[in-house]
């Protein structure tokens, strides 16, 4: 099966070409330069950028997969969660795309998509179902936190989410503090090299609560309350390294402990994790000295496709078509607060 998939849920315009499993393209476009002038994501830019983007983003996804419009056989996009008049550039054209074309359509839950992500691998990326294992998932996105186990494949129920601030916000809110620009992840990530991890006793939130939930507002508020105190930090190297390291630290310790706690609990020999949080090394040491410890097995999605790209959402959507789920009629609407259950 040849299926083209679009992803617009927030700031990436991104076409993929999956091919039974293989990823032939994954073109995205990303506005993180245009928002990042503002601090955050723009709804009204991102739409017009997505209109702009578009048409040129899946002409190249197509030349760059050798393969021609008439040669699709289905049809996917993001449905949501997202930005809703985002979401609704890329899943209108799709299903236009599908009807023009004669072709099934199907709408694809975007941390769904996350969720299986780990299991794709290569280059180029191909999924790898055949290794599957039941795991525990964690999903770190910019918007969302959460733990879900996936019992068998396409069979997941959600184990608990972030109650306030995602990871990635906790991230990007604390490097705006700091001065760093939009999506501030990557840059703390980059100061946090060479600091010291316990300079700063930042609180680890609900990190010894029996459940599977998450809260990262404190972190940051506390994180605020130590720079108003000692403003100082702001204007010495080390001092600011140690901050991001310190941060860093307390994010990665409650997602690690978490996980790997689950885990445990549901007697789950494997854990995976996705979503743009995961391209973080320090996430990715400390979940791999975990599991290690514990004597999981960890799969983690490669570094390129934890960010948003339509190449996850095509190769989740091939795989519910190929194993029977129905299409998504044409006149489906995007669901912008679409929940994983
Ligand atoms: O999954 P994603 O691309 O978009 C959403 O679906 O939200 O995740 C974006 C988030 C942002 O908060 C960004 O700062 C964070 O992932 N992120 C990182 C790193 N790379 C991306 N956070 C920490 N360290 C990184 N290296
Ligand atoms: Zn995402």
New binding site residues.
């Given amino acids: 099966m040849s299926l083209l998939a679009i992803e617009t ?2 700031d ?1 315009t991104s076409v993929a070409v999956v091919q039974t499993g293989r990823v032939l393209s994954n073109v995205v476009s990303s506005q993180v330069q245009l928002h990042a002038e503002y601090g955050g994501v723009v709804p009204e830019l991102a739409t017009r950028e997505h209109l702009r983007n578009l048409a040129p983003v899946t002409r190249t996804a197509l030349r760059e997969a050798n393969v021609v419009a008439a040669q699709l056989d289905a049809v996917a996009a993001t449905r949501g969660p997202g930005l809703p008049s985002a979401l609704m550039i890329g899943f209108k054209s799709a299903q236009a795309m599908a009807f023009a074309l004669h072709k099934p359509f199907l709408g694809v839950h ?1 941390h769904e998509a ?1 969720l299986y992500s780990p299991w794709i691998a290569g280059s180029p990326p191909a999924a790898d179902f055949s290794s599957f294992l039941p795991n525990v998932s964690l999903v770190v ?4 936190t959460m733990l879900v186990h996936v019992e068998a494949e396409l069979k997941h129920r959600l184990l608990g989410c972030t109650v306030d601030d ?1 990871a ?2 906790c ?2 809110k604390t490097a705006k503090l700091i001065g760093l620009t939009y ?4 840059a ?2 980059k100061l946090a090299e060479g600091g010291n991890s316990r300079a700063f006793a930042f609180p680890r939130p609900m990190l010894h609560e029996a459940n599977d939930d998450f809260s990262f507002s404190g972190l940051k508020t506390s994180v605020r309350y130590c720079l108003r105190d000692h403003p100082e930090i702001l204007s010495d190297g080390h001092g600011l390294r140690d901050l991001c390291a310190s941060v860093q630290a307390a994010i990665v310790e409650v997602l690690v402990t978490k996980a790997v706690r689950a885990a445990g609990r549901l007697n789950v020999g494997c854990l995976t994790a996705s ?3 995961t ?3 320090a ?1 990715r040491n400390g979940l791999a000295a975990a599991c290690q410890k514990s004597g999981i097995l960890l799969r983690l999605a490669e570094r390129r496709l ?3 790209n339509a190449g996850i959402i095509g190769v989740l959507a091939e795989r519910k078509l190929s194993r029977g789920q129905s299409a998504s009629p044409l006149d489906t609407e995007i669901a912008a607060n679409w929940a994983l259950a």
Avoid: I, M, R, W
């Avoid at 996105?141 to 969302?144: D, V, W």
């Fill in positions: 849920s927030c990436e975007h996350h996105s910019g918007g969302h995602a990635g916000e991230f990007d999506p501030g992840g990557p703390l990530e979503g743009g949080v391209c973080n090394l996430l934890c960010t948003d």
